[in-house]
């Protein structure tokens, strides 16, 4: 039976079967539950611009995770559990970032206040070009790369997986895993030597 005619339940059931989730009934069961991922990080984030790299990451969790849920019958509350978990890890890391200080405020001493009196930090007009010009060719050059090597540099630089769980996921060893990503850094590197040069 094609996954869009299974209940929700089969589809997690055919999702717990065999080495890893059945593709086509993982997609159907993010489709019918992705606006409920949305609701939920709405609610928790109602301003974050960015929250849908937050969703990203909680459907990797579940794709990872999906064969330890033991009772299919609570999955809504399980990802949602998921969702939450991940805002809350998020925003703690967030918080650990401290607010940027107010140039226009008084600079506060032991004996009294003090105005600001210190050095620009930020780049220069022609760094800050140079730095954009960088990462946008590095953009470029990561959408030529081969869908494969570009999926696996990305699970690897970007979202941070290890590479059993690059492995887990694209349903290749591990030793495709370390090639793809090892071709794909010596790509990078060649078409952003000018750069690196520099």
């Known amino acids: 039976m094609p996954p869009d005619k299974l209940s929700n339940y089969d589809l997690i059931l055919r999702c717990q079967e065999g080495v890893q989730p059945d593709r086509a009934a993982f997609t159907e069961l993010l489709r019918r539950y992705q606006v409920h991922v949305d609701k939920v990080l709405y609610h928790l984030a109602p301003d974050w ?3 849908s790299d937050l969703a990203q990451e909680i459907w990797i969790r579940v794709y990872r995770n999906i064969k330890r849920l033991q009772e299919p019958a609570k999955f ?3 990802l949602s559990r998921i969702a939450t978990n ?3 890890d998020e925003l703690r890391k967030r918080k650990r970032v401290k607010p940027p200080l107010s140039l226009d405020a008084p600079r506060c001493i032991d004996d009294g206040e003090v105005e600001w009196e210190i050095p620009a930090e930020l780049p220069g007009p ?4 140079s730095t954009r010009e960088f990462y946008d060719c590095l953009n470029e050059a990561i959408a030529d790369l081969p869908e494969v090597f570009r999926t696996t540099i990305v699970l690897r630089e970007i979202e941070g997986l290890a ?3 690059i492995a887990e996921i694209t349903g290749v060893s591990l030793g495709t895993v370390k090639s793809r990503i090892a071709r794909a850094r010596q790509r990078l590197q060649s078409q952003l030597q000018p750069y ?3």
């Open 49 to 51: 611009q960015d929250r």
């Open 163 to 165: 590479y059993e769980e």
């Open 126 to 129: 022609d760094d800050d070009l």
């Open 76 to 78: 809504r509350g399980w």
């Open 196 to 198: 690196l040069n520099s």
């Open 86 to 88: 991940l805002f809350y």
